[in-house]
């Protein structure tokens, strides 16, 4: 039982991969017959057609019913005395069995098209790969053969035909015309001649700017005109990367002159400016141009090594400068700066030298002025004195304060040198 379940569900499968094989092939086939179909059905109908002469119409020339563009024209190629045309007529265009061709000039500075006519209204149509004889084609009239007919009309009338023996003369003697009526009609001739000569010319001229074509099937003077614009659109181009870098340019400027602008950290007081109008500064001066004296200043006190074991932050400190004799700044204690620089050893290829041991330094500790002595002006590097009253030894304390006021006065005492010079 169970090989025979195993070999029908090998054969179903077999049988699917099969049916799935042929609906896959039968799917492509129908593919493709679809693309053959529509290419076939969307190529459009090839005509050929013959005419004495195509003058003006070139491969690419429209194919055209009432005017509205219906094809293009394929070849032009030259046979005995008629001209093989190969045009295509676009899909879905039904053109009359029996029509005819017609070459179209729009203008004289134009190319030229051709009209397939009458349009199409019921019946038969033109079939692909059709023939349109010679007899249903047509050509306009060239001026120059306009030309031809009437120097010939003029050459008739004049001289040497058929008023040769004065015939035309003696018509007028013998009262069938009047004479200055034959005279005017043989000027107006002349005039018409000349005219049409100059008319010739100037088409002649035309045809020569209009045969003149260029590799890609353009006029000479499109393609003149095409290069041209190309030439204007990359000067725009130019002229608009130019803008660009311009307006770089000022943007730059625009930074550059932005920081012109110092802005001080702080409130505070600029001394020692050394800039003036047109001066320039670097983005990297060597130099300092100014000073900076800040409004919010801090006071530090130089303490020995030994009389900071027992300091603390907050205790109470008195200030005393020599720019205010007699005067007592009260202050407590903020920090300690338990740094200086004999801490410091500079790197280098040099063992350290320990021949000369310098004094021990000092550490220096930062005071805050009392809210009540905060509006006393501190000259920056003002020298001075300062003691820290610690909990300790407080006994001690009353004679340091007698100490630092007795020095504080002794700073009224001014005491001049003078020197005087002899011979």
Do not use: C
Request: cysteine-free; charged content about 20%.
């Amino acid at each position: 039982m169970t090989k025979l379940r195993i070999g029908a569900l090998l054969r179903t499968r077999r049988e699917r991969l099969a049916l799935g094989t042929g609906a896959i092939i039968v799917a492509a086939a129908l593919v493709a017959g679809g693309v053959i179909l529509y290419r076939t059905s969307h190529q459009g109908k090839q005509v050929t057609a013959y005419f004495t002469d195509t003058i003006g119409v070139y491969p690419g020339s429209t194919v055209r019913v009432l005017g509205v563009p219906v094809g293009t024209v394929d070849a032009v190629q030259p046979q005995g005395t008629q001209v093989k045309v190969t045009l295509t007529v676009n899909s879905g265009v039904a053109v009359p069995a029996d029509a005819k061709a017609v070459v179209v000039a729009a203008s004289v500075v134009s190319d030229r098209y051709i009209q397939l006519t009458p349009a199409y209204t019921g019946g038969p149509q033109l079939t692909d790969n059709a023939t349109i004889p010679a007899s249903r084609t047509a050509v306009p009239v060239e001026v120059d053969q306009i030309y031809a007919s009437l120097n010939r009309f003029a050459q008739a009338l004049g001289p040497n035909a058929l008023n040769k023996n004065g015939a035309l003369s003696e018509l007028v003697k013998t009262g069938a015309g009047n004479r200055f009526d034959l005279e005017q009609a043989e000027t107006n001739v002349k005039e018409l001649t000349a005219q049409l000569a100059g008319a010739r010319a100037a088409e002649q001229q035309v045809r020569e700017k209009l045969s003149g074509r260029v590799k890609s099937g353009d006029l000479a003077t499109v393609a003149q005109v095409k290069a041209q614009i190309a030439t204007a659109q990359a000067q725009l181009k130019i002229s608009q990367a130019q803008v660009e870098t311009t307006r770089a340019q000022l943007d730059n400027a625009r930074w550059e002159l932005s920081q012109t602008i110092i802005y001080a950290p702080g409130n505070g007081t600029m001394v020692n400016v050394m800039l003036r109008p047109g001066y320039f500064v670097a983005g990297m001066p060597f130099n300092e141009v100014m000073t900076f004296v800040d409004e919010e200043y801090q006071i530090f006190a130089l303490f020995g090594q030994n009389e900071l074991h027992e300091v603390t932050n907050g205790n109470e400190a008195e200030i005393t400068l020599d720019t205010y004799p007699g005067r007592i700044i009260k202050a407590h204690v903020d920090s300690i700066l338990w740094a200086q620089n004999q801490g410091q050893l500079d790197a280098s290829g040099d063992l350290p030298k320990t021949t000369f041991v310098a004094p021990p330094g000092r550490f220096p500790v930062k005071l805050v002025v009392a809210d009540k002595d905060k509006s006393v002006f501190l000259a920056a590097g003002a020298r001075g004195s300062a003691a820290i009253y610690t909990e300790h030894l407080t006994l001690v304390h009353i004679i340091r304060k007698v100490l630092l006021r007795t020095a504080s006065y002794l700073d009224y005492i001014i005491i001049k040198h003078s020197i005087s010079l002899g011979h």
